[in-house]
């Protein structure tokens, strides 16, 4: 069953109102495939526009606050924790994990998946002048604790 959806098919924000406050966990992931030089230059402190690791570390932070003002049904959640971590992945990748806590009525999913894609897209950003050729891939839920659903792990890759 579609929960953003009423009983006419209308899009709708899932009322949370009688469900109960649990402790509620997310951890997502993404990657972003560069050239060796790119990567090179960004964990060696090259890059002209400064630390790459650190403004994407603060632009996912900032993103899993800002959530539910870039999707739509998504509820505004008073975030506990939010933690972004980015590593040199091989010769050419970045790793990006991020993972969102809070107590609440409604899981983190969604947050945890935002911040990993806009440190991802922060990345792509402050490069795009030396390596128009990035690709942003695997964002993926990779766990889910809490609320009604329960635990959920994915599957390795």
Do not use: W
């Amino acid at each position: 069953m579609l929960t953003h959806l009423d009983s006419q098919g209308r899009a709708n924000m899932v009322d949370v109102t009688e469900k109960s406050v649990t402790f509620r966990e997310a951890t997502a992931e993404a990657r972003v495939r560069m050239l060796p030089e790119t990567l090179q230059m960004i964990v060696s402190g090259g890059h002209p526009k400064g630390d790459v690791f650190a403004v994407a570390r603060i632009a996912g932070i900032q993103a899993a606050k800002k959530t539910s003002d870039l999707i739509p049904l998504c509820h505004p959640l008073l975030l506990t924790g939010v933690k972004v971590e980015l590593n040199a992945e091989g010769l050419d990748t970045v790793h990006i994990t991020a993972r969102c806590k809070l107590s609440g009525q409604t899981g983190v999913e969604m947050e945890a998946l935002t911040a990993a894609s806009v440190a991802a897209l922060t990345i792509y950003d402050m490069c795009k002048a030396v390596d128009r050729g990035m690709v942003i891939e695997n964002v993926r839920l990779l766990e889910k604790l809490g609320g009604k659903s329960g635990h959920y792990q994915a599957d390795e890759q």
